[in-house]
């Protein structure tokens, strides 16, 4: 594919700023991220008014109710991103760290962390990502080109200019955070083949964005996941904590990739805890699909299909499954997981022991919420993705995992 002048100059500019962000001193970037932060707060007006325009849109357009929520910002959601940068600044500066030694011949050997390099981000809706992306990079001395979705396109305009500015002024090169403005599709693609300029992808949206970048990009891709994550309620539960905690999981913020999907509950517990889970679910406005033994205690279930179990619905939606036992309970996952967050709630302490060893996932809980697989609820200050593949990066990733690293060795003339 021909890529444009325009992604052309796009890509070289974010080169260049990543040659002089590679030494660029913590001290200079954590300034220019304080002016990123102050600059949100005084241009809370301005960005709501653009994303006022993305909200009408999206409304117009028939989007459903949880994309469109994801989509809103409001005064508290900008306090939460300019909170979220105050977050970064606090973390170590992952550049630079490592460990030093010495050989027998005398070598001395410093593994030391370095940036990546050019970022680029292509995600959907949240504009927050703008925010959190360009933080993130910024403070592990990289680059970023962003490109978001359509539906937020006058936030995101606003937000990159605004941040970008910030940094510039307080002793960032220029270049350091740029944002695609066109929307057509062919400019992502162009992004995928960005191979001189693009050190790395990261897809952060639905199955269909991700799955896009995985097959089209000749860039390195880190996959962020799919999120069919799931909840099983063991037959030593306590069933107050396990409506608590099922019940935060899937409604707390159902649009996004860490919430709940897929409840498998212990037979021995069903008649016992389904009803108690499933009027809370009908009178919030949860639709049940459920096997035939959940359709035979809840007469208000949907029967679900066999699409359901693999199905993110990132909506009020959750199917749900009896289980003879634990070892069902971890055939369907290892069957239907996505390897994203699941969790068991028990009081036994060997059969979660067994589950979080047994669970192939980025992040295995026991008696807590889902919710919880998020780099600021990890102490990460903010997150680019939550990484479900098992190189280089897993799970909430944050500034070490936007680094790599680079063997620097002194000697005094050996050879070999």
Known sequence: MEISQEMIAIGQKAKDAARRLAFTGTETKNKALAAMAEALLQ???????????????????????????????????????????????????????????????????????VPLGVVAMIYEARPNVTVDAAALCLKSGNACVLRGGSEAIESNKVLAQIIAE?????GCPAGSIQLVAKTDRQYAVQLMKMNKYIDVIIPRGGTGLIQSVIENSTVPVIETGTGVCHALVDKDADLEKAVNIVFNSKTQKPEVCNALETLLVHEDVAESYLPLIGQ????????????????????????????????????????????????????????????????????????????????????????VSTRFTDGGRFGFGAEIGISTQKLHARGPMALPELTTFKFMVYGDGQIV
């Open 43 to 113: 241009n809370q007006a301005h960005i709501l008014s653009a994303n006022a325009k993305d909200v009408e849109a999206a409304e117009k357009k028939g989007l459903r109710k949880s994309l469109v929520n994801r989509l809103q910002l409001t005064e508290k959601k900008i306090m939460e991103m300019s909170e979220a940068i105050q977050d970064v600044i606090a973390l170590p500066d992952p550049v630079g760290a490592g460990e030093f030694w010495t050989r027998p011949n005398g070598l001395r050997i410093h593994k030391t962390r």
């Open 166 to 170: 910030a940094a510039e002024n307080n």
């Open 280 to 367: 809370k679910f009908k009178d919030y406005g949860v639709e049940i699909r459920g096997c035939e033994k959940v359709q035979s205690i809840l007469p208000y279930a949907q029967p679900a299909q066999d699409e359901d179990w693999s199905a993110e619905y990132l909506d009020l939606i959750i199917s749900v499954k009896v289980v003879r036992d634990l070892d069902e309970a971890l055939d369907h996952i290892y069957q239907y997981s996505t390897k994203h967050s699941e969790t068991i709630i028990t009081e036994n302490y060997s059969t979660a022991q067994r589950f979080i060893n047994e669970i192939d996932a980025a992040a295995v809980y026991t008696n």
